[in-house]
């Protein structure tokens, strides 16, 4: 049974581009969350979706950051227009419930993000 | 502010003792808190999850408080083995409404010797 799927696992980008990470949740896991953890710094929530829903994303900076979840396919992180401040791990998380009986998060080994 | 502090220096302790790991919280009431732990370049895993209402649980040679009074985990392992050097990581839901949304902290490093 495969667990939460990321990538690339690392990403090389020089300032301006745009950084696209994938992420595919457990089976049978229908809500995903994203996490950006920066050197020396602790994981930060970033956004919690749903399948074609944003259910929170008080965590994603305002400008240039996106998410979604379609109905099909993975779950995207999209960062138009990279900036050196950037380059960090960002991290997928996934559960089968949500709310108070949540309980323990399944993350993916993350992608590495390094803008040039 | 609410804030969530782990030893913010690594612990160094010899194979076979018990490493103990402190989480201390403000200005936040948690329904639970868990802990995971991270290697280098990996993903955090989870270990235990703790609820307000309970004092202690434990598995296998890990074993977590929560006193919500004062505001504190602790995080045991007994008979400390090399292999559990790693990054242990405390976190919180503060809100009973996303079970997903957590706080983190810091993460102590441990580190264990032969």
């Known amino acids: 049974n495969a667990g939460v799927m990321q990538n690339p696992r690392h990403l090389v980008r020089r300032r301006g581009q745009e950084a696209r990470l994938r992420c595919s949740p457990m089976k049978g896991h229908s809500h995903v969350y994203w996490y950006r953890q920066l050197p020396e710094e602790g994981l930060k929530f970033m956004v919690y979706?749903?399948?074609?829903?944003?259910?929170?994303e008080s965590g994603m900076p305002k400008e240039r950051f996106s998410a979604e979840f379609p109905k099909e396919g993975p779950s995207i992180l999209r960062i138009q227009q990279v900036v050196r401040g950037d380059s960090a791990a960002y991290f997928c998380?996934?559960?089968?419930?949500?709310?108070?009986?949540?309980?323990?998060?399944?993350f993916g080994e993350g992608s590495r993000l390094t803008v040039l | 502010s609410q804030k969530i502090e782990q030893n913010s220096e690594a612990l160094n302790i010899q194979e076979g003792k018990t490493a103990t790991l402190t989480c201390n919280y403000t200005?936040?009431?948690?329904?639970?808190l868990q802990w995971y732990r991270q290697d280098p370049g990996r993903g955090p895993v989870f270990l235990l999850l703790?609820?307000?209402?309970?004092k202690e649980k434990r598995k296998e040679r890990l074993k977590v408080t929560f006193d919500t009074t004062l505001k504190q985990s602790l995080f045991h392992i007994t008979a400390s083995q090399p292999a559990d050097s790693a990054t242990y990581l405390c976190a919180l839901d503060p809100s009973y409404n996303q079970g997903g949304k957590l706080i983190f902290g810091q993460g102590t490093e441990l580190s264990v010797k032969p």
């Open positions: 998380a996934s559960s089968m419930t949500s709310g108070p009986n949540t309980g323990e998060l399944f």
């Open positions: 200005n936040y009431s948690p329904a639970y």
């Open positions: 979706l749903q399948k074609e829903n944003i259910i929170d």
């Open positions: 703790i609820r307000e209402n309970e």
